[in-house]
């Protein structure tokens, strides 16, 4: 199971920290992707980490923006959101591979999370 949170309304240039906590599988098996959903678009990855070794991917169109961590004694992954753009605005959600290697394909995830709006006002 899944719980995303943190998001919220925020002007641009903003910051938010959404929170995506695991419980119900091995943490540190998985892949932990953040994807992001806006009005009448198609749901696109953002990040992700791989839980047994750290490493992270970043999509360009939010790199030196947005950092992905993990609290890996916590079972909770992060998503840091800085300089936040309207263009940001959308759901986020969170979601679980059992594949081991950072990807944002979203048939590579089985478990999601509900989501978060965040909304950045102009």
């Known amino acids: 199971q899944l719980q995303a949170s943190g998001g919220g309304l925020v002007q641009a240039g903003g910051s938010l920290r959404l929170s995506c906590a695991a419980s119900?599988?091995?943490?540190?098996?998985?892949?932990i992707g953040w994807f992001r959903q806006a009005p009448g678009k198609e749901r696109e990855g953002v990040s992700c980490?791989?839980?047994?070794?750290?490493?992270?991917y970043t999509a360009d169109l939010v790199k030196g923006r947005f950092t992905i961590s993990s609290d890996n004694a916590k079972n909770t992954v992060y998503l840091q959101m800085n300089s936040l753009k309207p263009e940001d605005t959308a759901v986020y959600y969170c979601?679980?591979?059992?594949?081991?290697?950072?990807?944002?394909?979203?048939?590579?995830?089985?478990?999601w999370g509900q989501g978060t709006l965040v909304t950045v006002s102009s």
């Open positions: 979601a679980a591979s059992i594949y081991g290697v950072l990807t944002l394909v979203r048939a590579d995830f089985g478990s």
């Open positions: 119900g599988f091995t943490f540190d098996d998985y892949v």
């Open positions: 980490i791989d839980n047994s070794d750290g490493s992270t």
